[in-house]
Nanobody, 118 residues
Framework: QEQLVESGGGLVQAGESLRLSCAASRRAFSAYTMGWFRQAPGKERELVATISSGSRTYYTDSVKGRFTISRDNAKNTVYLQMNSLKPEDTAIYYC????????????WGQGTQVTVSS
């Protein structure tokens, strides 16, 4: 099965930037829809952004204009560039893969912590 490993999280101040990376192990990566999710303490997991195999993107309203999802199929990697970070962005961020481009995500990473101080 697919292995997903996130990296790039950390502690930053409001207004700063981070770039998260998610490395996949399988060559089939290029056919997957990839998503970034996040979960803050005491809150529900929420979808942040997705990118299809054809590089169509989706963003939740709260991050539009600030976050950018991208992929490099040659490196089996998906990225989440996060600019103008806010304390409300503090969460564990998870990378996930959908084999058939549906809303069902088949593989999940372990998560990386993003903390934004005010």
């Amino acid at each position: 099965q697919e292995q997903l490993v996130e990296s790039g999280g950390g502690l930053v101040q409001a207004g700063e930037s981070l770039r998260l990376s998610c490395a996949a192990s399988r060559r089939a990566f290029s056919a997957y829809t990839m998503g970034w999710f996040r979960q803050a303490p005491g809150k529900e997991r929420e979808l942040v952004a997705t990118i299809s195999s054809g590089s169509r993107t989706y963003y939740t309203d709260s991050v539009k204009g600030r976050f950018t999802i991208s992929r490099d199929n040659a490196k089996n990697t998906v990225y989440l560039q996060m600019n103008s970070l806010k304390p409300e962005d503090t969460a564990i961020y998870y990378c996930a893969a959908s084999r058939r481009g549906t809303s069902r995500y088949d593989y999940w990473g372990q998560g990386t912590q993003v903390t934004v101080s005010s």
